[in-house]
C-alpha cells in the first residue's frame, strides 16, 4: 500500500479525532469522513509500517448509522466532524472513546462507562461564536469557475466572514450558513459581511498587520435572551463602527450590547488590548442553575448552556456531597461549579491559576449573594500544600476540572495525599483524565465509582467525561 493507492475497504469502527477504522490485511487504516458499517472506496494520503491514513472518495455501500448531514459546508468546514452520523451513534461511539482510554491508557478492567448524556438540541447549541475575516478559500465548484475564466478575481470574491480551514491560519471558509449558534446569530454574520463589502473595507492581513476587521464574536443568553455583538478590529475608527452598530439594531433589534475590542498584536487570538461599548452595557447575563453569570466580552463561560448545567448536576449527583462538607474545586476558573454546589455543603474553597478568572469568580458570588465560597490564585502544586500549612480545613469532596493536559503528576498526588472521602474528576480529554485516574487509584487508595460521559459539543469528536472516585475505606 503506497500513497496515492485508491482500494476499498469496509469501515469497522470510530476513531478518536473523528478518524474511522478499516482494516486491510492486518494493516489498521484511518479513513476521514467514513462511518463504521460504510463499504467506500479510498485513496491513500500517507502509508506507515503499522498504519495508514486515507481520505475517503466514494461510498459503495453507505452504513445505516451514516445520515444526511444539513449544512451545506460540511466536509470543508472544520466546525463539524459529525454531522454525517446519526446522533444516537455519535454518543455510543463517544462512550466507546472513554472506554478505551480508561481500559488502554487507565489500566482499568471491568470498568462501566454509562450512556453519554445526550443533548435534546443537537443543533443550534452554542452561546458563543468566533468567526474569523479573512482571505477566501475557494471550493471546487470556484475552482473550477475560475479555471474556466467564469470566477471573478476582485476584492468581493477574495473577502471571507466565517471559520478558518482546519489546518489553514491563513484561509477562511466564507459560511452563510451555519448550524452551531443560532439562525439570529447568521443574520448577523450576513450583515456585518454586507456592510464590509459595501463599505469596501479591508481584513486584517497578518503578514503586512494591515487593513480593519479582525474578528467577529458573538454571544447569545439561552436563558435570558442577552445577545452580545464583539467586533474585534485594528484600529479605533469611530467612523466604522458607528454606522455599523447601527445598521445591526436595525436589522437584529434584539441585540442588547455591541462592543469594539480593539488590538495590534499579531496573534490571531480575538482579545482587544482595549474595549470600547457601542450600545448597551458591554455584557449580558446567562443563567446555569438557580445563578446568574454577568458575562464580558473577553470572560470564559462554558459554550453550550444547557448541557453545562446537565454536566454540573451529574458531578453534583456524584460527590454525594453532604450539608457540613468542605469542597475544593480545583482549577475553579470563573466559579461556575463553585457556585453551582455552594448551597448544599458548609464551605467551597476554589483555587485557579488565571487571575483575571480568580476575579470574575469573586465577582460571580457577590453578584449572586454567595458568601460560601472563598477563590485563592495560585498554581495548584503549590497552593494545595501551603493549603494545610496555613490551617484552610481539609477537604470532604475534591472536584477537579483540568485544561486537556490534565493535572500535573504532583498534583494528583496532593490531591491523593489529602484524603478526601470523595474526588470528583471532570474532563474533556479521556485520555490525560485515564492517565491521572492512575495515579490517584494508585495503591489502592481510591476506587472508581462512577463513569459518565456528557456531550457537550454534538457533531464533533469532543466528549466531556465525569469520573467519581470514593476512598477504598469508604463503604460501597
Known sequence: MKRGDVIEVT??????????????????????????????????????????????????RPSSL??????????????????????????EFKRRHVLDAMERIGGFTDINVQPAC????????????????????????????????????DAASRFA????????????????????????????????????????????ETESHT????????????????????????DDRPDIMSPLTERLLIAVPSITTIVNNITQRKSQVALGESEKVYHGSGTITERI???????????????????????????????????????????SGTGTIALHIADGVREVLGIEAV???VEDAKKNAAFNGVTNCTFLLGDLKETLVGSRQKGIPPPDVVITDPPRAGMHEKVAKEVRALSPRRIVYISCNPS?????????????????????????????????????????????
Not at 435534546?120 to 478559500?137: I, L, Q, T, V
Not at 439570529?184 to 454574520?189: E, K
Open 11 to 60: 469501515i469497522d469502527s470510530a476513531a478518536f479525532e473523528g478518524k474511522s477504522v478499516a482494516r486491510v490485511e492486518g494493516l489498521v487504516v484511518f479513513v476521514h469522513g467514513g462511518v463504521p458499517g460504510d463499504r467506500a472506496s479510498v485513496r491513500v494520503t500517507a502509508s506507515k509500517k503499522n498504519f495508514a491514513e486515507a481520505n475517503l472518495v466514494a461510498i459503495i
Open 66 to 91: 451514516r445520515t444526511s448531514p444539513r449544512c451545506q459546508y460540511f466536509g470543508v468546514c472544520g466546525g463539524c466532524t459529525w454531522q454525517h452520523v446519526d446522533y444516537a451513534a455519535q454518543l
Open 118 to 153: 445526550g443533548a435534546d438540541e443537537p443543533f443550534y447549541y452554542r452561546n458563543k461564536m468566533e468567526f474569523s475575516f479573512g482571505e477566501r478559500w475557494l471550493t471546487g465548484d470556484e475552482m473550477t469557475a475560475r479555471g474556466t475564466g467564469g470566477g471573478p478575481a
Open 161 to 204: 466572514l466565517g471559520l478558518h480551514i482546519p489546518g489553514r491560519y491563513d484561509k477562511v471558509l466564507d459560511l452563510k450558513e451555519c448550524w452551531l449558534q443560532s439562525e439570529t446569530s447568521v443574520r448577523i454574520v450576513n450583515e456585518v459581511r454586507a456592510f464590509s463589502l459595501e463599505g469596501k473595507i479591508p481584513v486584517y
Open 211 to 234: 487593513g480593519y476587521f479582525r474578528n467577529l464574536v458573538i454571544r447569545e443568553s439561552r436563558r435570558t435572551g442577552e445577545r452580545m455583538v464583539n467586533v474585534v478590529t485594528r
Open 289 to 331: 442553575g438557580n445563578r446568574t453569570y454577568r458575562i464580558s466580552a473577553n470572560s470564559f463561560f462554558q459554550t453550550n448552556t444547557i448541557q453545562a448545567e446537565r454536566l454540573y448536576d451529574t458531578a453534583r449527583l456524584m460527590a454525594r456531597m453532604r450539608p457540613d462538607d468542605v469542597v475544593y474545586d480545583l482549577y
Open 355 to 357: 487571575e483575571g478568572a
Open 432 to 476: 490525560t483524565q485515564a492517565r491521572d485516574l492512575k495515579i490517584l487509584c494508585d495503591g489502592g487508595g481510591y476506587r472508581i465509582e462512577e463513569v459518565r460521559p456528557v456531550d457537550m459539543f454534538p457533531h464533533t469528536y469532543h466528549i466531556e467525561n465525569i469520573v467519581s472516585l470514593a476512598a477504598a475505606s469508604s463503604p460501597p
